[in-house]
C-alpha cells in the first residue's frame, strides 16, 4: 500500500522489531503537552516487554470492544475505575462536539 | 447564512450528553478552509478539570450581569479547542438547532485568546489558525 510505503521511506525497518526515523517529526501540529503525554508513554510503555504490553493493553476495554473497533474512551476511563458520574462529566464535551459535528 | 464572527456566543440543546442539557459555545476562530473553532461554556468546573493544573488555569470565568442570556455566573472552558465546518454550522443555524445568543465582550475576548496564545495545551497550528 502507498501509506506502508511512506512509513518505510521515513522509518525503515532496522530488524523485526525496531525502526529508527530519517527525518525529524513535523511538530507543528503537536502542543507541549501532547509531547509531553508522548514522551511519557514512551517511556513507561517503551521498556516492556511484548507479553506485558499485551497483559496491559488488553484488559476491560479491549475485551468490551468488538475486534477491531474503536475503544471507547468510555471504556478506557471505566477500566481505570471511574465511575458513571465522572465518565458523563469528562466525555460531555467530547459528546456534545460529536453530536454537532 | 447568519453572520458569526470571533467573539460570537451560540446556544444548542444536546441530546447525547448524560443528561441532554443546553449549553453554550463561542467561536473563537476560523481557518483559511473554513473551519470553525469554539469553546464550550460551561456553569461549573468538573471535577477532572479541576484537578489538572494546566487544563484548569485555562477555565475563564464570565459574569451573568455582562451576558445576561446565561443562567449563572460561568467558565469558558478554554482547555478544549472544539472544531466545526462552516457549512455544518450554517445548517445548524438555517434550521435554529443552533441560534446567536450573544457576543463576547472585547476585554474578555482579548484575555481569553492571550491565555490561549500562552498554553502549552495548543499547537502552534491552532494558535496561528484559530488564536492569531
Not at chain 1, 4 to 24: A, I, M, S, T, W
Request: include cysteine.
Amino acid at each position: 500500500m502507498a501509506s506502508d510505503r511512506g512509513v518505510e521511506k521515513n522509518v525503515p525497518n532496522q530488524n523485526r522489531y525496531n525502526v529508527e526515523p530519517l527525518q525529524d517529526a513535523n511538530l507543528y501540529f503537536l502542543s507541549k503537552t501532547d509531547i509531553q503525554e508522548l514522551d511519557a508513554s514512551l517511556t513507561k510503555y517503551g521498556i516492556l516487554s511484548w507479553n506485558e504490553i499485551i497483559e496491559r493493553s488488553h484488559a476491560y476495554a479491549w475485551s468490551s470492544t468488538p475486534l477491531n473497533d474503536r475503544m471507547p474512551v468510555e471504556a478506557i476511563m471505566r477500566e481505570n475505575g471511574a465511575d458513571d458520574q465522572f465518565i458523563a462529566e469528562v466525555t460531555e464535551s467530547i459528546r456534545a462536539a460529536k453530536e454537532l459535528n | 447564512m447568519k453572520e458569526i464572527c470571533r467573539g460570537t456566543i451560540l446556544h444548542r440543546l444536546f441530546q447525547t450528553t448524560i443528561p441532554p442539557k443546553p449549553k453554550f459555545f463561542i467561536v473563537v476562530g476560523e481557518s483559511e478552509t473554513h473551519v470553525v473553532g469554539y469553546f464550550f461554556i460551561n456553569s461549573k468546573i468538573n471535577g477532572f478539570v479541576q484537578r489538572n493544573k494546566a487544563l484548569f488555569e485555562m477555565q475563564m470565568p464570565i459574569k451573568r450581569a455582562d451576558y445576561p442570556f446565561l443562567r449563572y455566573d460561568s467558565f469558558v472552558g478554554a482547555h478544549e479547542l472544539n472544531k466545526i465546518d462552516n457549512s455544518a454550522l450554517s445548517s445548524e443555524l438555517s434550521t435554529g438547532e443552533t441560534t446567536i445568543k450573544g457576543c463576547m465582550k472585547f476585554e474578555d475576548m482579548d484575555r481569553l485568546l492571550e491565555a490561549a496564545r500562552a498554553s502549552d495545551l495548543f499547537s502552534q497550528y491552532e494558535k496561528d489558525t484559530y488564536f492569531r
